[in-house]
C-alpha cells in the first residue's frame, strides 16, 4: 500500500499573502490532482498533472500555480489569499485511468 | 462540461432501516463516463466506496449497491439494512473516459444513522 501526505494540515495566511500548499505520494502513481472543499460543497478541481513537469487546468485554477518537479510531489500556491476565505485542499493521485487516492487535506484559513 | 447533482444534503435514517441516497448526472462527453461513489468517515480520509465503469452494471461494497442507469443518467445509492457505522458523508463523483481520470463530485449528503 502507500501514503498521501499533505503538509501543512492547517493553514493560516493573511489577506494578499502567497501560500503554498505541499502534496506527497509513494503510490509511484503517474497523475496528481488538487481539489478545493467548500462546508458544504463538492470538490472542485483546481489542476492536475499527468506526469513530472507536466500541468493542466481544472475548473477553478484562477488564483492558484501548481508545480510538479517530481513525480511524487505536486505543489499548490495560493497566488494572493482572499480574506475571509477558508477551505479544505485536498491533494489525490491515480495511475492513469485508475481510481483516485486522497490524502488528509490542508485546511486553510485567511484572516 | 460535467455536473453530478446529490439532491440531498443530508439524510437520517434509523438502525436496520433501508436507505437511498440520489445521484444523477449530466455529460457533454459522447462516452459513457465512470461512476464513483466515494465515502468519508468521521476523522478519516476520503475513500473509494464503489465505481462502475460499464452502463447498466451494478457496484457493491459493504453491503451498498448502485447501479449505472444510462437511460435516467443516475446512480443511486442504496442499502438494504444501515448500521451506526455507515454514518459519513457520501460523494457521488463522475470520471472523465480521456485517460486522465478527472472526476467531478456531487456537493455530498450526509448521512446519519440513528441507533
Known amino acids: 500500500g502507500g501514503i498521501i501526505t499533505q503538509t501543512p494540515k492547517f493553514l493560516i495566511g493573511q489577506e494578499g499573502q502567497k501560500l503554498t500548499l505541499k502534496c506527497q505520494q509513494n503510490?509511484?502513481?503517474?497523475?496528481m490532482y488538487w481539489y478545493r472543499q467548500d462546508s458544504g460543497k463538492g470538490l472542485r478541481l483546481i489542476y492536475y498533472?499527468?506526469?513530472?513537469?507536466?500541468?493542466q487546468k481544472g475548473d477553478l485554477s484562477e488564483g492558484y500555480d501548481a508545480s510538479r518537479e517530481k513525480k511524487s510531489s505536486f505543489s499548490l500556491t495560493v497566488t494572493s489569499a482572499q480574506k475571509n476565505e477558508m477551505a479544505v485542499f485536498l491533494c489525490?493521485?491515480?495511475?492513469?485511468?485508475?481510481?483516485?487516492?486522497f490524502g488528509p487535506g490542508t485546511r486553510l484559513t485567511v484572516l | 462540461g460535467d455536473s453530478v447533482t446529490q439532491t440531498e444534503g443530508q439524510v437520517t435514517v434509523s438502525e436496520s432501516k433501508s436507505l437511498i441516497i440520489n445521484c444523477t448526472y449530466s455529460?457533454?462527453?459522447?462516452?459513457?463516463?465512470?461512476l464513483f461513489w466515494y465515502v468519508r468517515y468521521p476523522g478519516e480520509g476520503l475513500q473509494l466506496l464503489l465505481k462502475?465503469?460499464?452502463?447498466?452494471q451494478k457496484g457493491s461494497s459493504r453491503g451498498f449497491e448502485a447501479t449505472y442507469n444510462k437511460e435516467t443518467t443516475s446512480f443511486h445509492l442504496q442499502k438494504a439494512s444501515v448500521q451506526e457505522s455507515d454514518s459519513a458523508v457520501y460523494y457521488c463523483?463522475?470520471?472523465?473516459?480521456?485517460?486522465?481520470?478527472?472526476?467531478?463530485f456531487g456537493q455530498g449528503t450526509v448521512l446519519s444513522v440513528i441507533p
Open positions: 489525490a493521485s491515480s495511475m492513469r485511468g485508475a481510481e483516485q487516492f
Open positions: 498533472s499527468i506526469t513530472e513537469n507536466d500541468l
Open positions: 463523483a463522475l470520471g472523465s473516459t480521456g485517460g486522465n481520470n478527472k472526476l467531478t
Open positions: 503510490f509511484n502513481h503517474d497523475t
Open positions: 455529460t457533454t462527453s459522447i462516452a459513457y463516463p465512470n
Open positions: 462502475v465503469i460499464t452502463a447498466g
